[in-house]
């Protein structure tokens, strides 16, 4: 079984910029990072005083008159990091960086080294430690497990990952931004009623991947049996490899290094698109021309785009050549030799992010299929669903032509509509069957002016299938466009759960109007 130890330093955005200089306040004073406008990452003392991350910078400092401020940047981040993840180095073999603030060690073979993991783990916090700064270490047995342990400053036993990741909540989970679990999907799972890992688990993988999909059935494994990537490098063909090396003269500046970082991404990721992979864990090593060699591993929860990775290497070549100007000794000396080296792959198209956005061949070639059809068809004959502002759900979606770029009309999907039903929206949608909703005494149920029913529903006629009601929500009446007489609407609609006589349960939304109702979707 393989031991993972995980290094979290809290709030690490908020110390590199103390630690840079940009902050000018003591340890415990409320301070906050912003970008675009909005609150990214504040201190304890911060929180303390209300201050939350999306907060806008206004609204700060309204709740707290004394908050220090400053601009968000992730290079600065990763430099003020780099000599805490060389002294990991100096510790311990297979440190890999997940972002600024967090590092996994590959405990199995720094533990026998040092005679035990308590002592490992104390000579790794001793090397990780900052002056002002918490360092909060954490063991399990995968990657994910040990991040969240680290999190709570716990040590897992042997063979106890798993229990512990069912108490583990999703909130936690999409707190920490380098594991990768999407938003949406720690949201629909909590309006469904997983609230923790354990609730995951206990739900039966078809079902979730059927929901879900690839997504959903990857963090279902993770809710199981946890991360199944190691930390230890695996064994690639050799030529995945891309160097770079001639310049006229040494790399001593953040430009000339990020021109470099660009090119040099481009570079590997042709490499990867002819052997047909997509790059998890990325090997980043520099030559200086005093023949000092440096090296770093970058984890990453999703494979690296083109720009994630010029974006890392630029963090890295500028950690490096601040951390060598600082010394006296390296002043005037550059990177001669720069080379990259995917250490983790996977077949590209396994993991898609957007079937139309995406970047890997397998998007390419559904453009030119949508493209081939249009020339044979005609303009129209290709539309694509986009979300947009509605109450309902067939309202929220609208087709447009495949390749217009216009904004759908009705506002933004995400913004608030009053009256909109709430979530989780029905599986399928437009159905349009009429029914029948009658009380216990057989009379049809129908919506007053006050908006409520006029009796409790108790069946439910489908299609000369009666169903018995045994729950209900509602109704949310609908109201719209009054102030034009040919435009306007009045209806509501109505949650029910409903069983047939073969014990078959269904879930509906159903929509009435002047007295009438149908399925307007189906809860799966």
């Keep these: 079984m393989s031991r993972v130890f995980a290094l979290w330093l809290p709030d690490w955005p908020v110390q590199a910029a103390r630690l840079a200089g940009v902050l000018d306040s003591q340890p415990t004073a409320p301070v906050a990072l912003c970008l675009q406008g909005e609150i990214s990452v504040c201190s304890p003392a911060a929180r303390r005083a209300g201050v939350r991350r999306g907060q806008s910078r206004r609204q700060a400092q309204a709740l707290c008159p004394g908050l220090g401020l400053a601009e968000a940047d992730e290079g600065r981040d990763s430099a003020e990091f780099e000599p805490v993840v060389q002294r990991l180095e100096a510790i311990a073999a297979g440190v890999e960086a997940l972002r600024p603030g967090l590092a996994v060690v590959a405990g199995g073979g720094v533990a026998r080294y040092y005679g035990g993991e308590d002592i490992a783990l104390e000579k790794l916090v001793d090397a990780a430690a900052v002056p002002g700064v918490d360092c909060m270490v954490g063991a399990a047995d995968d990657i994910v497990t040990a991040i969240l342990a680290a999190r709570r400053g716990i040590l897992v036993p042997e063979g106890a990952s798993a229990g512990f990741r069912a108490g583990v909540s999703l909130a ?8 990768g679990l999407p938003e949406e999907l720690a949201a629909a799972w909590s309006e469904l009623g997983l609230r923790t890992l354990g609730d995951v688990a206990a739900v039966p993988k078809r079902a979730v991947a059927n929901r879900f999909g690839a997504r959903g059935a990857r963090w279902h494994d993770v809710a199981v049996r946890g991360e199944a990537r190691l930390v230890a490098p695996r064994s690639l063909p050799a030529d995945l490899a891309v160097v770079h090396g001639a310049w006229e ?20 990721h042709d490499v990867l698109a002819e052997h047909g992979f997509s790059c998890y864990r990325l090997l980043i090593e520099a030559q200086f021309d005093d023949s000092t060699q440096v090296r770093r591993v970058w984890r990453c929860a999703e494979p690296l785009s083109e720009r994630a990775t010029a974006d890392r290497v630029r963090w890295q070549l500028d950690g490096w050549l601040n951390t060598r100007a600082a010394s006296e000794e390296a002043e005037g000396r550059g990177i001669v030799e720069l080379r990259l080296e995917p250490m983790d792959v996977v077949t590209a198209g396994l993991v898609r992010q957007d079937l139309w956005r995406g ?11 949508a493209e081939r059809v249009q020339g044979l068809l005609g303009t129209d004959a290709v539309s694509r669903p986009v979300l947009r502002g509605g109450r309902g759900p067939g309202e929220r979606i609208e087709y447009l032509t495949f390749g217009e ?6 506002g933004c999907a995400e913004s608030a509509w009053l009256g909109a039903i709430p979530a989780p929206n029905p599986s399928v949608v437009g159905a349009g069957a009429d029914v029948q909703l009658c009380d216990c005494r057989g009379d049809p149920v129908g919506v007053t002016g006050r908006a409520t029913v006029t009796s409790a529903p108790r069946t439910l006629h489908v299609e000369g299938t009666e169903y018995h009601v045994e729950s209900w929500a509602g109704p949310w009446p609908i109201d719209e466009r009054w102030w034009a007489p040919d435009e306007a609407r009045r209806a509501a609609r109505i949650q029910v759960q409903a069983v047939a006589p073969n014990g078959d349960v269904r879930a509906m939304l159903l929509i009435g109007r002047r007295g009438l109702w149908s399925v307007e979707g189906i809860y799966d």
């Design 172 to 179: 936690e989970l999409c707190a920490e931004t380098s594991l």
């Design 249 to 268: 003269s040494p790399l001593q500046r953040v430009d000339e290094a990020s021109f470099v970082a660009r090119s040099l991404a481009v570079r590997l």
């Design 359 to 369: 970047g890997d061949a397998a998007a390419a070639r559904a453009r030119r299929s």
């Design 405 to 410: 770029s216009r904004e759908p009309r009705g």
